[in-house]
């Protein structure tokens, strides 16, 4: 998965991806999954739900969410700027859906086909793959029920601390500085962390440092030193333990696996 971490205005992603796991995060594009194959756990603000085969989730701008695969899961995940779209722009910045997760591929079966074209175009011709999208948002767009855009979760030390850490991730990080910036007690923010996020303060900001660093590995041919470094780790060992324990092998046969977006037959 390839979260932003930035205020990109042009952004466009779209990938095959397969037992997707990663903690409650938010940022200024919009998320789009389809579910080809098993179920994945979906949470978005405070609604969760298990979505299955020809389900999707829908997550507007700064909307904090999260994946959980407790067992197999193969979809297509779009990520892509409000601009991609530019017939649903205010829609995305103005709105929220009042339920993110949707059963219209139940429904029409032109919707497996528009995200595998979607798909396919997204390596070759971002042009058209972006017109698959915007045929797919046409496709859910009205039978979703759309609220004026709610501000009182910003007021949430939940979506307080997965801003900020969002954004200052790659900076040197404690909890200590953490409840200093945010005037709140580090225990009772460490306690936050655990029953609402479901991990430690450090499990969390380490997720985030390796995901970026793996997306660097794949995107890049920058040296692994210089990647560790950009992505906030103190010292390469400590960037190569979490990373074997996160991707099940080292930086360097990481970058030897990553294939260009796989075949869907």
Same mark, same amino acid.
């Given at each position: 998965?390839?979260?932003?971490?930035? %205020?990109?205005?042009?952004?466009?992603?779209?990938?095959?991806?397969?037992?997707?796991?990663?903690?409650?995060?938010?940022?200024?594009?919009?998320?789009?999954?389809?579910?080809?194959?098993?179920?994945?756990?979906?949470?978005?603000?405070?609604?969760?739900?298990?979505?299955?085969?020809?389900?999707?989730?829908?997550?507007?701008?700064?909307?904090?969410?999260?994946?959980? @695969?407790?067992?197999?899961?193969?979809?297509?995940?779009?990520?892509?700027?409000?601009?991609?779209?530019?017939?649903?722009?205010?829609?995305?910045?103005? !709105?929220?859906?009042?339920?993110?997760?949707?059963?219209?591929?139940?429904?029409?079966?032109?919707?497996?086909?528009?995200?595998?074209?979607?798909?396919?175009?997204?390596?070759?011709?971002?042009?058209?793959?972006?017109?698959?999208?915007?045929?797919?948002?046409?496709?859910?767009?009205?039978?979703?029920?759309?609220?004026?855009?709610?501000?009182?979760?910003?007021?949430?030390?939940?979506?307080?601390?997965?801003? #900020?850490?969002?954004?200052?991730? !790659?900076?040197?990080?404690?909890?200590?500085?953490?409840?200093?910036?945010?005037?709140?007690?580090?225990?009772?923010?460490?306690?936050?962390?655990?029953?609402?996020?479901?991990?430690?303060?450090?499990?969390?900001?380490?997720?985030?440092?390796?995901? #970026?660093?793996?997306?660097?590995?794949?995107?890049?041919?920058?040296?692994?030193?210089?990647?560790?470094?950009?992505?906030?780790?103190?010292?390469?060992?400590?960037?190569?333990? %979490?990373?074997?324990? @996160?991707?099940?092998?080292?930086?360097?046969?990481?970058?030897?696996? !990553?294939?260009?977006?796989?075949?869907?037959?």
């Amino acid at each position: 998965m390839r979260p932003f971490y930035q %205020n990109k205005q042009d952004e466009f992603q779209c990938s095959l991806t397969r037992d997707i796991t990663f903690p409650a995060h938010l940022h200024s594009a919009v998320e789009l999954i389809y579910i080809l194959e098993g179920s994945l756990e979906v949470m978005v603000q405070n609604q969760t739900k298990k979505i299955r085969k020809n389900e999707a989730a829908l997550i507007f701008p700064d909307m904090v969410h999260s994946y959980l @695969c407790t067992d197999f899961c193969r979809s297509i995940l779009c990520i892509f700027s409000p601009a991609c779209a530019k017939e649903y722009y205010h829609m995305f910045r103005r !709105q929220q859906p009042e339920c993110p997760f949707l059963s219209a591929g139940v429904q029409n079966p032109d919707l497996l086909l528009a995200f595998r074209k979607m798909l396919h175009y997204a390596e070759t011709s971002r042009p058209v793959s972006e017109a698959w999208l915007n045929l797919i948002l046409a496709f859910l767009v009205p039978g979703t029920l759309l609220l004026p855009r709610d501000s009182r979760d910003n007021s949430d030390i939940s979506y307080q601390l997965i801003s #900020y850490i969002s954004q200052h991730f !790659q900076e040197p990080l404690t909890l200590e500085s953490l409840a200093d910036h945010l005037h709140f007690n580090k225990y009772y923010i460490s306690r936050v962390f655990t029953q609402k996020l479901r991990c430690s303060f450090y499990e969390y900001v380490n997720r985030l440092r390796l995901d #970026y660093a793996a997306g660097r590995l794949r995107d890049t041919d920058l040296h692994i030193t210089h990647i560790w470094q950009e992505a906030g780790f103190e010292s390469q060992k400590t960037f190569n333990r %979490n990373f074997l324990s @996160c991707y099940h092998m080292t930086p360097s046969q990481y970058r030897r696996t !990553q294939t260009p977006t796989e075949s869907l037959r």
